[in-house]
């Protein structure tokens, strides 16, 4: 089975802060890594797919990158409505694969 | 606009039985690969099983070890996941989800609202 590794697994900014969230492949995924973000009590919801292309109607303030097996999400300006957590997602094999989540909370 | 709804999950003792239903609209579902995912109480994503559009492919992760069917009724926009001999570490809120494929990638695009199953004595 592939592992994906998210760090850290939790954080801790401000609104307006940039903040980076890595996830690692245990082997080779391509660009086949999703990003969600799930509020309490509610479902994940997409945010990036393919590593770095953006879901539609999800703001331009994330940003999703890839090299080799290391995989990151940015947000350029945290917004009180990003405060969640967010998970990476492997869809190169199955079983399909999470990483453990990173939850951002406000400082 | 896609909406998909799971209904069937409750309070089960180890070792019982439990059938998932999801329920799709605003979207035409036999088009659709779909899943199944779960997260236990406080805990992370985790991967449940896959069906293929006509229901013919199907996969699951290894810690079920043959205790959960997937399956699908196209003509009643219908997904299931049959639960047997459930364990107490099977608690957890199951969620369906769509597949769909961008740039090559498969991803989870649009999910349930999930149901609650409860494995305790």
């Known amino acids: 089975d592939i592992q994906m590794t998210q760090s850290p697994s939790s954080l801790s900014a401000s609104v307006g802060d940039r903040v980076t969230i890595t996830c690692r492949a245990s082997q080779s995924i391509s660009t086949y890594l999703n990003w969600y973000q799930q509020k309490p009590g509610k479902a994940p919801k997409l945010l990036i797919y393919a590593a770095s292309t953006l879901q539609s109607g999800v703001p331009s303030r994330f940003r999703g990158s890839a090299s080799g097996t290391d995989f990151t999400l940015t947000i350029s300006s945290l917004q009180p409505e990003d405060f969640a957590t967010y998970y990476c997602q492997q869809s190169y094999s199955t079983p399909i694969t999470f990483g453990q989540g990173t939850r951002l909370e406000i400082k | 606009e896609v909406q998909l709804v799971e209904s069937g999950g409750g309070l089960v003792q180890p070792g019982g039985s439990l059938r998932l239903s999801c329920e799709g609209s605003?979207?035409?579902?036999?088009?659709?690969?779909m899943n199944w995912v779960r997260q236990a109480p406080g805990k992370g994503l985790e991967w449940v099983s896959y069906i293929s559009t006509p229901g013919g492919t199907v996969f699951y992760a290894d810690s079920l070890k043959g205790r959960f069917t997937i399956s699908r009724d196209n003509a009643k926009n219908s997904l299931y996941l049959q639960m047997d001999s459930l364990r107490v570490d099977d608690s957890a809120v199951y969620f369906c989800?769509?597949?769909?494929?961008?740039?090559?990638?498969?991803?989870?695009?649009?999910w349930g609202q999930g149901t609650l199953v409860t494995v305790s004595s």
């Open positions: 605003g979207f035409t579902f036999s088009d659709y690969e």
């Open positions: 989800a769509t597949t769909r494929y961008g740039s090559g990638s498969p991803h989870f695009a649009s």
